[in-house]
């Protein structure tokens, strides 16, 4: 959403100056401007002569503002106050590396776990000693920059979407600006979900374009999305319940410990914790839909078979692995973020401060 522009009014002193002479403002063939166009005023009343010809008068110029290039931090301004160079690349851009390097990390610090959640949940299923060997930290890796990225990115720009028309965001609306930023993630790089999870379950393939052309052959381009329904179900509540309680809960904190880094650790343990609980179910249904030779079409089949074969626990099955990879995970990734999101608002904010000292010294230099 565009900044809203507003109009800036400098009042100056200008010393050495008169009022001016009384003078008749005439058209081309001898009519008052003041008779001839309302734009300029009307005949008679104060500070006229009663025929509207001539008046002592003051005005108002208004001009648009504009950044003039003498007002900008210069290149030894910028040096001098490094924490400023940052405000140079454009936010959206810092924002997207921010969620893209901060995915990257959280998912490196926790791959082990990621994996023996996935081997549980998929409890069943036929895995070869060498398939469960097989390292899937490169597709995992392509796939996790883009998803981090794009989720916190549209996060925050779905929330400018959601706010009222006061510039508020209301519970609903940071509930749905998380939703949709969870589906719109999941959507774009589901197919290197599914890939990723044959990869690791999956026994007889050795790398992961075998895979991706097997499944081509075989089940079609629609094995891509294999689950994708209830992955987008469960990744919407869950996404909307993390982000939502993790903003919510720092907005209620005193800035100066906001502003700590053991605050937003615990914040996001804190927010993956109640999202976990609540949207695990549907993360192990998506799960199992996507295995190969699934006996499950839809979300109702996966939620029957599952209660048949395992009950209740089974919905739940790798949850501890789940915590233990989901949770540091989550704090380190919404750590991150939220560290370069402060990051980038100290560069702005240094970089205005020079920038105002710079337009105050030139407004010195013009008024003597």
């Known amino acids: 959403m565009p900044e809203e522009k507003k109009p800036v009014i400098l009042w100056r002193y200008i010393g050495k100056l008169e009022a001016s002479a009384r003078r008749s403002f005439s058209t081309t063939d001898g009519e ?167 990869m690791a379950v999956d026994p007889g393939f050795r790398t992961a374009s075998e895979i991706a052309l097997s499944m081509l052959r075989e089940e079609g381009i629609t094995s891509y999305y294999s689950g994708l329904g209830p992955s987008l179900f469960g990744i919407a509540p869950y996404i909307a319940v993390n982000f939502c309680i993790f903003d919510l809960v720092k907005k209620s904190l005193p800035e100066e410990a906001r502003r700590r880094t053991e605050t937003s650790v615990f914040t996001a343990l804190l927010s993956a914790s109640l999202a976990t609980v609540m949207c695990y179910p549907l993360d192990t249904v998506r799960r199992q839909m996507q295995m190969k030779g699934t006996p499950y079409k839809t979300v109702f089949d996966a939620f029957a078979g599952i209660w048949a074969s395992d009950g209740f626990i089974g919905f739940y099955r790798g949850l501890l692995p789940n915590f233990l990879k989901n949770l540091p995970s989550s704090s380190i990734k919404l750590t991150t973020y939220d560290f370069v999101k402060r990051l980038i608002e100290t560069s702005e904010n240094e970089y205005q401060r020079i920038t105002e000292e710079n337009r105050e010294k030139y407004n010195k230099k013009f008024t003597g």
């Not at 009343?45 to 900008?72: P, W």
């Not at 996060?155 to 930023?181: P, Q, T």
């Open 32 to 198: 008052p401007l003041w008779k001839s166009d309302k734009r300029f005023g009307a005949s008679g009343g104060s500070g006229s002569d009663g025929d509207g010809t001539s008046c002592k008068f003051a005005c108002i110029t208004v001009v648009e503002k504009r950044n003039r290039k003498e007002f900008l931090p210069t290149s030894a301004q910028l040096l001098k106050h490094p924490s400023s160079i940052l405000a140079l690349v454009h936010r959206e851009a810092t924002l997207f590396a921010a969620g893209a390097v901060s995915g990257a990390v959280a998912k490196t610090a926790t791959a082990p776990l990621e994996r023996i959640k996935l081997l549980m949940q998929t409890h069943g299923a036929r895995i070869a000693e060498e398939g469960a060997k097989k390292s899937i930290g490169f597709i995992e890796v392509i796939r996790i920059i883009p998803y981090s990225a794009i989720q916190l990115f549209a996060y925050e720009n779905y929330k400018n979407l959601f706010r009222g028309e006061d510039g508020e965001l209301s519970l609903i609306g940071r509930l749905a600006a998380g939703a949709c930023a969870g589906m719109t993630s999941t959507f774009v790089t589901y197919p290197l979900d599914v890939l990723r999870l044959r």
